[in-house]
């Protein structure tokens, strides 16, 4: 072998080995840099948007702001809407739970009194109307079923409590990268385009894709499903529902599913009321839902959310799922970012390796709605 293949051999090698041990090093701690870098590709419009200030005077001073910026719009709101939903789950499985005390009436909800009021609506049914129902049976799995809720709740408390240190460790590389990233995202961009061997036009196609998902799915999270949950909560309202904020809350976290969504609890939430007999209730739910949540949803999505993010609902839907199932909450954005680069690929090789269209045709192609 010659000289020049030898050394790019052990190269070869020896990068990858040091890629390898470099991923075990930081993989404890890879959540944290990708989150990391989410929200950096997120705060970044903000940045320079500070940057562009005549008021503002060098980098320091805007990172400072858009931290500043990052902590009211996004990290101290959604820190209170969970601690809210920790408190209001927490009472809801304590009152579901609750007997009713001989003499007394406390208890915003009684599982007996619910398990006899549903037995009775459904045996109502011409076709469940022979069907002897065991309550004590149907009552005891209810309990255990609301045990099991309880017991989660609980250690989900004792875990947060017990990886307090790596939370805080995790807190501190996440600001220490938000700070060292945020103003100089454009010079490392550049250095990586540089390494890159693909031509200047796909990498860009591949950077503005990832880019706009993430931004397009922060958009649908923290703007469009905000606005769904907290209108279907003044339907909850005025439909007279028991814990009407945690159902909000709950709404606005399940807005962020596609096609799905709020549904999960509308549509059980209107059979229980129906089957209760409280139709007035039942019908403004339902009225909000179909008439009013689902059309602001049809209606700001598409101007909110560029063309460039655009994914099949059905392919959204899919890596909406399966990143959650992954990653967890922020598979959310991961699922579809990753989805949206595998279909850049496919068009990319479609367009530029297997040049069934010329480079300027593909470049405004891959902008557009597949």
């Known amino acids: 072998m010659s000289h020049w293949t030898n050394r790019s051999l052990f190269f070869g090698f020896f990068?990858?080995?040091?890629?390898?041990?470099?991923?075990?090093?930081?993989?404890?701690?890879?959540n944290t840099v990708l989150f990391s870098i989410t929200i950096v590709v997120i705060l970044s419009p903000i940045y320079n948007y500070f940057q562009r200030r005549t008021w503002v005077r060098g980098r320091i001073l805007s990172t400072a702001l858009t931290i500043i910026t990052f902590f009211f719009i996004i990290a101290i709101p959604v820190t209170l809407l969970l601690t809210f939903t920790w408190y209001q789950g927490k009472e809801l499985v304590a009152d579901i739970s609750r007997e009713l005390r001989p003499g007394t009436t406390t208890g915003v909800l009684v599982l007996e009194d619910l398990i006899i009021v549903v037995i009775q609506q459904v045996q109502k049914i011409p076709i469940l109307g022979n069907f002897e129902f065991d309550q004590m049976a149907f009552e005891a799995r209810a309990r255990e079923l609301i045990s099991v809720a309880a017991k989660w709740l609980t250690q989900?408390?004792?875990?947060?409590?017990?990886?307090?240190?790596?939370?805080?460790?995790?807190?501190?590389?996440?600001?220490?990268?938000?700070?060292?990233?945020?103003?100089?995202a454009g010079p490392l961009i550049q250095?990586?385009?540089?390494?890159?061997?693909?031509?200047?036009?796909?990498?860009?196609?591949?950077?503005?894709?990832?880019?706009?998902?993430?931004?397009?799915?922060?958009?649908?999270?923290?703007?469009?499903?905000?606005?769904?949950?907290?209108?279907?909560?003044?339907?909850?309202?005025?439909?007279?529902?028991p814990y009407a904020a945690l159902w909000t809350v709950l709404s606005i976290a399940l807005a962020v599913l596609p096609l799905v969504g709020i549904s999960f609890i509308v549509i059980p939430m209107a059979i229980i009321l129906i089957l209760k007999g409280d139709y007035v209730a039942a019908i403004i739910v339902l009225a909000g839902f179909y008439g009013f949540a689902t059309w602001i949803d049809n209606l700001l999505r598409p101007k909110l959310v560029p063309q460039g993010a655009y994914l099949h609902p059905m392919l959204l839907l899919l890596s909406v799922f399966g990143g959650m199932a992954v990653a967890g909450l922020m598979g959310v954005i991961y699922g579809p970012v990753i989805m949206i680069l595998f279909v850049t690929t496919l068009d990319v090789y479609r367009h530029y390796f297997l040049s069934l269209d010329k480079p300027g045709e593909a470049d405004s192609e891959a902008a557009s709605p597949a």
């Open 15 to 30: 990068f990858v080995f040091i890629t390898i041990t470099v991923l075990w090093l930081v993989w404890p701690y890879l």
């Open 156 to 184: 989900v408390a004792v875990d947060l409590g017990t990886s307090l240190p790596n939370l805080l460790i995790d807190l501190f590389l996440f600001f220490g990268f938000l700070i060292t990233l945020l103003p100089t």
């Open 191 to 241: 250095s990586i385009k540089e390494m890159t061997p693909l031509e200047d036009e796909i990498f860009e196609i591949y950077l503005k894709k990832s880019a706009l998902m993430i931004r397009s799915m922060f958009v649908g999270i923290f703007v469009v499903s905000f606005i769904q949950g907290l209108s279907m909560g003044l339907f909850y309202v005025l439909a007279g529902i």
